[in-house]
């Protein structure tokens, strides 16, 4: 099915990107609920799904807001304010939504998949009292972010703000019209509409707001997907550049350098979290003692260089974008 979204001077005017953590999180979720995981991601998912499997976040309020494919929840992916929104902003715009808008979502996930969505406890919560059924959804979102999403941002960030810095360049030199036309292989330019042929990836003017707002996304990959929302800009996510990287091993080639600087064991500490890891694991890895290790990783935090997130009862220590920049070869950028 294709569906056109036809563009004014004033619409292509209100075009803009925005990185929004709300969308990684949608699409990061369905892509968890779904066997057969697209090849970029199945390290990152063999890594976070015995994590979300031990922390009950495989069948809580996602799961029934994020089916594997079809429609989701739209309240799920708010309008961002602002080029590069904070979860916690997205956060408090989810809480915010309209009691109405819940309930048309919901009726939409009821009458696209019948047998997924009959009445539950949290369904019904979601209905009878939306408020409060928010702040759950919220905690929830929170929770798979620190689990899934958060030690792994700085790299995910740093990819989709470079892939808005090269389409930004790509309007400037050639115009807004050749980048709507080189988003993905099912979205096309054609005198003044953008048209999408996928089932589920309808927009047209009549059921959304001016405007565009053009969402990169790590895991949306393969597909494009949309939210249209009056009286909202149409919102339509497509993957990122250079996600077939993603998740490769980056060599650590600068360590005798900063060796020099940090002393041996926490540059050890730091080429041995290229995958985030807990203070048992590194030390594991490392040979390092894990008194020792502790030690060496709270320095580390201190000083900027990997951030810590909770997972049950441990903590994974992350490196941060400094710590990649330091360990990178002489001369290239990550």
Known sequence: MESGLSFSAADLAQTRFAVSPMWEVVTSFRLLRDDTEPPPHRRWAAQ???????????????????????????????????????????????????????????????????????PS???????????????????????????????????????????????????????????LGELHETVRWDDGTLRLVRRHCALTRDETGSGLLLIPSVFAWPRVMTRAVAPDPPQLAYPARGIGNLWEPRAATATDAVAAVLGRSRTLLLSELDSPASTTQLARHSGLSTAGTSQHLT???????VTAHRSGRSVLYARTAVADALLAPSGETV
């Open 299 to 305: 320095a580390l935090r201190d000083a900027g260089l």
């Open 121 to 179: 406890p949290r369904l019904r919560l979601l209905h009878e009292a939306p408020e409060a059924a928010l702040e759950k959804v919220a905690a929830e979102i929170e929770s798979y972010w620190e689990l899934a999403l958060a030690p792994y941002w700085a790299r995910i960030r740093r990819l989709l703000e470079a892939d808005v810095f090269h389409r930004a360049r790509m309007v400037a030199e050639h115009g807004s019209a050749r980048v």
């Open 48 to 118: 976070v799904r015995p994590r979300l499997a031990q922390a009950g976040l495989d069948g809580g309020w996602l799961a029934a807001l994020i089916p594997a494919r079809g429609y989701l929840a739209d309240f799920l992916n708010p309008t961002p304010a602002t080029p590069f929104p904070t979860l916690a902003a997205e956060l408090d715009a989810i809480r915010r939504t309209p009691p109405a808008q819940v309930r048309d979502d919901l009726a939409m996930l009821g009458a696209e998949h019948p047998t997924d969505h009959r």
